[in-house]
């Protein structure tokens, strides 16, 4: 039977057709007073989503860009930093590090655990000579979030940067910059903004941008003291991807609209959303007898699931796909057959987390313990009774 | 009255409704097979688009981020290079190699100019040491364009590589690069190939990525060698700009579709029509007895045009646009007010070209000598009895 498609990933996700729609209008020209006033109004709307005074940068790249951007302007060749790493994206921070010629104190722990306040206090003990320290807020890879409340308290105490990937968690989880003392915080457009990947954003505190006075931009292409200039024209330092920006600038009304006129409410609304939705596909894999990978500090746009013994995670995704149109991810290199990945990031409600459930539990090759329709009934009580959301995004 | 908001700018073009409409479809994944078959079909089409035979890079960046990848993939710290520059964005090339630390020797011309064959020649006899001649197809601030035939035909005979900006020119005059012997090729996705910003397009000649083995890139997110690898799999390194390529995927089946199904024919009619469009163009401005500001080699794309004493070309283009509708470009700073740029690149036919050629004669401070109506019958005189073509792009 013709399913929809339905994207579950954690990235790209879901755009709203009202974005959609919003992307086709007739182009416009990105140093003319439309296309100014369009990013005057997303400017507000970004520094009440990053919880900041300062200016959010917008850039015409991938998250991954925007992460090479904070590397490369925070830190100079030589310049020793802390990076924080249980997964793939950890990785990335070690990897733009190391090209960048920087002393790497690397903290490793196995995918799927969370670093804590107390490892990164350790590290900075050992090291005080180091300038930053890079973390994940969300590992995508993982579905762990790392606890940055906590890990920002102890941050604080040191002459250190707090540089954070909130790729998985902007928009989908709280991070507020200037009241939890976040350095530098940055996201993508194609996770929990809803729009289309190739648009990155990024902020930096006070602190984070005196340091990079002091810095020479080693890649021309993400001269961050330029886009500033620029922003506070609203405009970009190159070429504005606008229809990007137009979509996101559709997609933040959406965010910060009213309930009634179809949008979520603004933060409080969006986040408490995101938490039920977590404790729903939590409960509901649990329910069909399956074990959530990340024990305790679960991520809220992403829920990851180990596979029972003899089940590859890839071949379920496939099957899942072609079977009800449903697409989650499988785990990433080196685990891509121990793990699936079903995201509730973006623009998705409880109906298509109800088929995730379904397109997981059809998808298994043999019916797991416990296995019966219960587990969709459990799955909607977790949703329905879901515990007002963690205000520090730490788990209860 | 109001009229409709005509974008004759040098970047961003109008995008054409059925690329508009693709974009809009719901988003996919860009890990699945429904996105690598939209790949496979662009890179068919952009190979034919470069004239090569190599694969052609899609990079989620403006233009800028494609010549910073050229230059920080193909010479290491230290190396020769030799900068063409007669405009705003030969002095870019400059600003990138600076920042990637190479010993830059300058050909410098005064705007307007076109950088000669042998020009380029004396400096490579001067600099037999020197890697890379960098260089703008068409110089998007002047609307000149530099020979690159003819200087192709020099850079063949020494041991550089000829890597050139084609960010006004490709999809707009022909360069094939295999058989001219272009070593790099580069363009944006908001110019001739009628997709909004943040895509963009980079090739390689062979020559050019047997350096490139040699070069360790010195910024993480462009690594050319990495999304080489991933475009053979019909992938992008980092999460791929979707909409973006669907986007270009449809403008691209445009330009190689048949006249009679509503597409350009090919690459011989795409060049045709935007050679008429600057006969046109030209015509019409001489007719009105302003004066081109590009006077031998002038851009198929754009047509620049030398104000009269006392008139300043920003004030002009204001009032274009609030009196017709029709935006075109003032020049780039330094010379912001001497000149005003009529792009006619991508989506563009005559009746948006007479529309602007009306916006300039209207907004005129006063009536040019010669002028009166007779210059939009000369324009079109012009356009339908535009000769055949140059295949070298060199002035007739």
């Given at each position: 039977?013709?399913?929809?498609?339905?994207?579950?990933?954690?990235?790209?996700?879901?755009?709203?057709?009202?974005?959609?729609?919003?992307?086709?209008?007739?182009?416009?020209?990105?140093?003319?007073?439309?296309?100014?006033?369009?990013?005057?109004?997303?400017?507000?709307?970004?520094?009440?989503?990053?919880?900041?005074?300062?200016?959010?940068?917008?850039?015409?790249?991938?998250?991954?860009g925007?992460?090479?951007?904070?590397?490369?302007?925070?830190?100079?060749?030589?310049?020793?930093?802390?990076?924080?790493?249980?997964?793939?994206?950890?990785?990335?921070?070690?990897?733009?590090?190391?090209?960048?010629?920087?002393?790497i104190?690397?903290?490793?722990?196995?995918?799927?655990e969370?670093?804590?306040?107390?490892?990164?206090?350790?590290?900075?003990?050992?090291?005080?000579?180091?300038?930053?320290?890079?973390?994940?807020?969300?590992?995508?890879?993982?579905?762990?979030?790392?606890?940055?409340?906590?890990?920002?308290?102890?941050?604080?105490?040191?002459?250190?940067?707090?540089?954070?990937?909130?790729?998985?968690?902007?928009?989908?989880?709280?991070?507020?910059m200037?009241?939890?003392?976040?350095d530098?915080?940055?996201?993508?457009?194609?996770?929990?903004?809803?729009?289309?990947?190739?648009?990155?954003?990024?902020?930096?505190?006070?602190k984070?941008?005196?340091?990079?006075?002091?810095?020479?931009?080693?890649?021309?292409?993400?001269?961050?003291?330029?886009?500033?200039?620029?922003?506070?024209k609203?405009?970009?330092?190159?070429?504005?991807?606008?229809?990007?920006?137009?979509?996101?600038?559709?997609?933040?009304?959406?965010?910060?609209?009213?309930?009634?006129?179809?949008?979520?409410?603004?933060?409080?609304?969006?986040?408490?959303?995101?938490?039920?939705?977590?404790?729903?596909?939590?409960?509901?894999?649990?329910?069909?007898?399956?074990?959530?990978f990340?024990?305790?500090?679960?991520?809220?746009?992403?829920?990851?699931?180990?596979?029972p013994?003899?089940?590859?995670?890839?071949?379920?995704?496939?099957?899942?796909?072609?079977?009800?149109?449903?697409?989650?991810?499988?785990?990433?290199e080196?685990?891509?057959?121990?793990?699936?990945?079903?995201a509730?990031?973006?623009?998705?409600?409880?109906?298509?987390?109800?088929?995730?459930?379904?397109?997981?539990?059809?998808?298994?090759?043999?019916?797991?313990?416990?296995?019966?329709?219960?587990?969709?009934?459990?799955?909607?009580?977790?949703?329905?009774?879901?515990?007002?959301?963690?205000?520090?995004?730490?788990?209860?």
């Amino acid at each position: 039977m013709k399913n929809h498609l339905r994207l579950l990933t954690p990235g790209p996700t879901a755009i709203p057709d009202r974005v959609r729609l919003a992307m086709a209008m007739p182009m416009i020209h990105h140093r003319k007073p439309e296309f100014k006033a369009i990013m005057e109004e997303t400017r507000g709307y970004l520094k009440k989503l990053f919880g900041t005074e300062q200016e959010v940068l917008p850039l015409a790249s991938s998250g991954t860009g925007a992460m090479t951007a904070a590397i490369t302007n925070l830190f100079s060749r030589g310049e020793k930093i802390i990076v924080a790493q249980a997964g793939k994206f950890g990785e990335r921070w070690r990897e733009i590090a190391k090209v960048q010629g920087l002393e790497i104190v690397e903290i490793a722990k196995p995918w799927g655990e969370a670093i804590l306040a107390g490892d990164i206090e350790e590290a900075l003990q050992k090291n005080p000579d180091a300038k930053g320290v890079c973390i994940q807020i969300c590992e995508t890879s993982t579905g762990v979030m790392h606890p940055i409340y906590e890990i920002a308290q102890v941050t604080k105490k040191y002459d250190v940067l707090l540089v954070t990937d909130g790729i998985s968690s902007v928009g989908i989880s709280p991070a507020p910059m200037d009241e939890w003392g976040i350095d530098a915080l940055l996201t993508g457009s194609q996770k929990g903004l809803m729009v289309p990947a190739g648009l990155s954003l990024l902020a930096f505190s006070e602190k984070a941008w005196k340091k990079a006075e002091k810095v020479e931009p080693s890649c021309f292409y993400f001269n961050l003291k330029a886009e500033l200039k620029n922003v506070l024209k609203n405009q970009t330092n190159f070429s504005s991807p606008v229809s990007l920006i137009v979509g996101l600038r559709e997609a933040l009304t959406m965010i910060f609209e009213d309930v009634k006129d179809g949008g979520y409410g603004g933060l409080d609304g969006l986040y408490q959303k995101h938490y039920a939705l977590a404790q729903m596909t939590r409960a509901g894999i649990k329910a069909m007898g399956l074990e959530p990978f990340a024990k305790t500090h679960y991520a809220w746009g992403l829920t990851s699931v180990a596979m029972p013994k003899g089940v590859a995670g890839s071949e379920l995704v496939s099957l899942a796909a072609k079977e009800t149109g449903v697409v989650i991810a499988a785990g990433q290199e080196p685990m891509k057959d121990e793990l699936i990945r079903l995201a509730h990031m973006g623009y998705v409600d409880f109906g298509d987390m109800l088929a995730g459930l379904y397109a997981v539990a059809k998808s298994l090759p043999e019916k797991p313990q416990n296995f019966d329709n219960a587990y969709m009934s459990i799955a909607m009580q977790a949703y329905e009774n879901a515990p007002r959301y963690p205000k520090t995004a730490l788990p209860n």
